[in-house]
């Protein structure tokens, strides 16, 4: 498997409250991704960075930022979180996009009651 | 916008016969197809992909998938299933042009029974 961990695995947290989620990776590589996954919906890109500092929004990105300091941490947060937030989040990394393959950890379920 | 349509939620197949998960993929450009596989509490594990050249892809596990043009497909397949292949399974297309991300399909899920 990627070195790729992702914490906490589970999280509970209350509507309105500011929830962080971290992915860490040891590969080294370029790219990072953060999916949501929801039934009937696969996954579905939330943010990706392509560089340290250097980050860009994916199809549902409303309510969520990011931010990586470092090659190896990639965070997700939720400023106030919803339960439309309810899922399981995953962290993807590849050394470059496009044809690159990308290897996801393995999650985090958020409920937000 | 690039659109992945998988058109089966579960497909059953009996331990031993041949397995096919149907793909369907919208995209502008020569489009660059995955498949990937998920067990239970698990993230997602890449079985193979499609890039250009031979349109039959051999991956993991004894699967393969074979890329079809004109009918913008990319079916995967596994000539004997095994109970262990149970899972989830993700087609995801990567479009020629614009933003180099995937987009997945809606999974089909694959029960094998003994």
């Known amino acids: 498997d990627a070195g790729i961990t992702q914490s906490p695995r589970h999280k509970v947290t209350e509507t309105g409250t500011p929830v962080t989620l971290r992915c860490h990776q040891t590969e080294n590589h370029r790219y990072m991704y953060w999916y949501r996954q929801d039934p009937g919906h696969g996954l579905r890109l939330i943010h990706y960075s392509y560089g340290v500092k250097d980050t860009d929004k994916g199809e549902v990105s409303d309510g969520y930022s990011v931010s990586r300091s470092k090659t190896e941490d990639f965070l997700l947060t939720l400023e106030s979180a919803t339960s439309s937030q309810t899922s399981v989040y995953f962290c993807?990394?590849?050394?470059?996009?496009?044809?690159?393959?990308?290897?996801f950890g393995p999650g985090t379920r958020l409920t937000v009651l | 916008a690039q659109s992945v349509a998988q058109p089966e939620d579960q497909v059953n197949v009996a331990e031993g016969n041949p397995l096919t998960v149907k793909c369907t993929y919208s995209v502008s450009g020569n489009p660059y197809l995955f498949w990937y596989v998920q067990y239970p509490n698990r993230g997602l594990q890449f079985l193979l992909k499609?890039?250009?050249?031979?349109?039959l892809v051999k991956g993991s596990y004894g699967f393969e998938a074979e890329f079809n043009k004109s009918q913008t497909s990319f079916h995967l397949k596994k000539p004997s299933a095994l109970v262990s292949d149970s899972a989830l399974y993700f087609c995801?297309?990567?479009?020629?042009?614009?933003?180099?991300?995937?987009?997945f399909g809606s999974g089909t899920r694959l029960q094998v029974q003994p």
């Open positions: 993807a990394i590849s050394e470059e996009s496009g044809t690159d393959t990308q290897y």
């Open positions: 499609y890039i250009t050249g031979d349109n």
């Open positions: 995801a297309v990567i479009p020629g042009t614009g933003r180099r991300a995937l987009t």
